[in-house]
């Protein structure tokens, strides 16, 4: 019998050892920092996943450790950047949810509501609608305690503590791009290729640039931005970056980028202008003068939105793939699979699949699923991962040590069954 039981011991502490082991994953800065690659991003590693209940359409936001998102049910997520845990989701708020000073503001149809960042409470909803129109998926932006909101008829702004209109200006047709605002200026990008500039306390139109070639379709303008030396960058239909005098509309330079249509996506950082396009490429210009740095082609369609971080580009593509580039060279440090293919929202302003990165951590979503992987050797992983099946009991999960419960239990029965049936063997007469 004590042979018995010292066997059933070392199969319980044997299983328990090998479910414990399963649950770590001994994840250090060695394993990110081993890389062959001499650059600030490695290959990444995945720190943890989340799955939602219908397809994600929104960048994911972060701000103050929490990750913000939408999907096509039109509920809006809350987690916890660090482990990915839920904080809160609400239902029926739509997508392109923008964050900015503890709330939240996000839109369906013609109504713009603002939430609590850190509950999810409704503080207030507003119809912004003057004479029919709805609202475009793109988001807003929030600058001076005033937010600005595109709609297909025009330009929006809203008190952000009460959401009453401020002024609208509606003689503009298909607004298509995210508003820009730099020193009380507001740009938009409308129909026909034109760019406007209105005072951003009035509805007072400043200046206007239309784009003298066709197509007159800007359906793949995407949002603009302004250097410090008071340039404006954006991209239109006809296929070229432009670059204006943020003051006045004069045209300072023009870069061809293709000669079909251009859904391309500027981004700016260090006296370049970097331009992820819908033709699976991406280049560099001088931010001055427009000429061409480098260029890389990718191979792969789709690409989103680049985020930018220690001397990196990372941007992903409709077939799945995470890219790192060297953002001095446009060499190709590594592509990561991570969908069988992103669904991207329809619009413009950011696609589903436009990472964000943040103290080392990539977080992105695709499908019905958000990522946080590290990209970068400075962040220091934990040796155990949090868990999303239950609480821990030195390294078990409630699943693990149920099935170690599980597995004692048959041992002992079997055991009790052994030693009572050899008892009552040994206590038959010989016959």
């Excluded at 709330?103 to 207030?124: E, N, P, V």
């Excluded at 959401?163 to 995210?178: A, K, P, Q």
């Amino acid at each position: 019998m004590p042979l018995v039981v010292v066997f059933a011991v070392v199969i319980i502490f044997s299983s328990s050892f090998i479910l414990l082991s399963s649950n770590m994953v001994p994840l250090t800065t060695a394993s990110l920092s081993d890389s062959n690659s001499t650059d600030n991003s490695t290959v990444p590693v995945p720190l943890w996943n989340y799955t939602t209940d219908s397809q994600v359409n929104s960048p994911v936001i972060f701000a103050q450790g929490i990750l913000y998102f939408a999907t096509e049910d039109r509920s809006i997520y809350a987690l916890n950047a660090a482990s990915g845990t839920t904080l809160w989701t609400l239902d029926g708020y739509c997508r392109f949810p923008v964050v900015d000073n503890g709330k939240i503001f996000c839109s369906y149809s013609r109504i713009m509501y603002a939430l609590d960042a850190y509950s999810g409470t409704k503080l207030w909803e507003q119809s912004v609608s003057t004479s029919g129109g709805t609202l475009i998926i793109a988001p807003s932006v929030v600058a001076n305690d005033i937010l600005y909101v595109c709609l297909e008829s025009g330009l929006r702004a809203l008190d952000v503590a009460t959401g009453d209109m401020l002024w609208h200006y509606s003689d503009i047709r298909y607004v298509t791009s995210s508003p820009l605002v730099v020193d009380d200026v507001v740009y938009v990008v409308g129909s026909y290729n034109t760019v406007y500039a209105f005072d951003a306390q009035s509805d007072r139109k400043i200046w206007t640039y239309t784009v003298g070639s066709k197509p007159w379709d800007n359906d793949f303008s995407v949002s603009s931005f302004v250097s410090d030396d008071g340039l404006l960058y954006f991209c239109v239909a006809d296929g070229n970056v432009y670059a204006l005098d943020a003051g006045n509309g004069q045209e300072i330079w023009r870069y061809t980028y293709t000669s079909d249509r251009l859904r391309g996506y500027p981004f700016l950082n260090g006296g370049l202008i970097y331009v992820v396009s819908n033709k699976g490429d991406v280049c560099a210009l001088n931010a001055t003068d427009g000429t061409k740095i480098w260029s890389a082609i990718i191979g792969e369609s789709g690409l989103s939105v680049p985020a930018f971080y220690e001397g990196v580009l990372y941007f992903s593509s409709s077939e799945g793939n995470l890219f790192a580039l060297n953002a001095t060279s446009g060499f190709e440090l590594w592509r990561y699979p991570i969908s069988h293919s992103f669904t991207w929202a329809r619009g413009v302003g950011g696609g589903v699949g436009s990472p964000v990165v943040c103290d080392g951590v990539l977080y992105v979503g695709c499908d019905e699923c958000v990522f946080a992987l590290a990209v970068s050797p400075s962040f220091v992983l934990p040796s155990l991962p949090p868990s999303t099946s239950g609480s821990f009991l030195f390294g078990l999960s409630v699943f693990s040590i149920l099935l170690v419960v599980g597995v004692a239990v048959v041992i002992v029965v079997c055991c009790v069954w052994l030693y009572l049936f050899k008892k009552r063997n040994r206590l038959k007469p010989n016959l």
